[in-house]
Nanobody
Framework: VQLQASGGGLVQTGGSLRLSCAAS????????IGWFRQAPGKEREPVSCIPRSDGSPPYYADPVKGRFTISRDNAKNTVYLQMNSLNPEDTAVYYC?????????????????WGQGTLVTVSS
C-alpha cells in the first residue's frame, strides 16, 4: 500500500494550491481519508477529513473552514485538498492518510496508512 501526496509548493499569501493524494494497493473509496499538517516545531494536526462514502459531511479544522475543500475522484483513486486564501500560518508539511474506520475523521491514531508528505510554503 502506498499513498502519494503531491501538489505542494511555494505560494504567496492569498494564493491557492491543490494537493493530491493518490493511492496504490488500496481503493480510496473504501477508506476515510484525512489531510494532516505539521508546521516546523509543532505537532501534527488534522486539517480536513472525508469519511468513507456514507453521505456524512467532511471535517474541517477551524483555521481552514471556508478556505479548504476536500473531495474525492473515485475514478482516479485520488483525494484532493483545494486550498484557497492561503496565509503564512498554513506553511507546513501536509500528509494524507487512509483509515479503514469509516468515521476516523480527525483522530490520527485511527489512520492505517500514511503518505510521505508534501511541503506547502506560503510567503508573506
Amino acid at each position: 500500500v502506498q499513498l502519494q501526496a503531491s501538489g505542494g509548493g511555494l505560494v504567496q499569501t492569498g494564493g491557492s494550491l491543490r494537493l493530491s493524494c493518490a493511492a496504490s494497493g488500496i481503493t480510496l473509496e473504501n477508506y476515510a481519508i484525512g489531510w494532516f499538517r505539521q508546521a516546523p516545531g509543532k505537532e501534527r494536526e488534522p486539517v480536513s477529513c472525508i469519511p468513507r462514502s456514507d453521505g456524512s459531511p467532511p471535517y474541517y479544522a477551524d483555521p481552514v473552514k471556508g478556505r479548504f475543500t476536500i473531495s474525492r475522484d473515485n475514478a482516479k483513486n485520488t483525494v484532493y485538498l483545494q486550498m484557497n486564501s492561503l496565509n503564512p500560518e498554513d506553511t507546513a508539511v501536509y500528509y494524507c492518510a487512509a483509515a479503514k474506520t469509516a468515521q476516523a475523521m480527525s483522530v490520527m491514531r485511527l489512520y492505517d496508512y500514511w503518505g510521505q508528505g508534501t511541503l506547502v510554503t506560503v510567503s508573506s
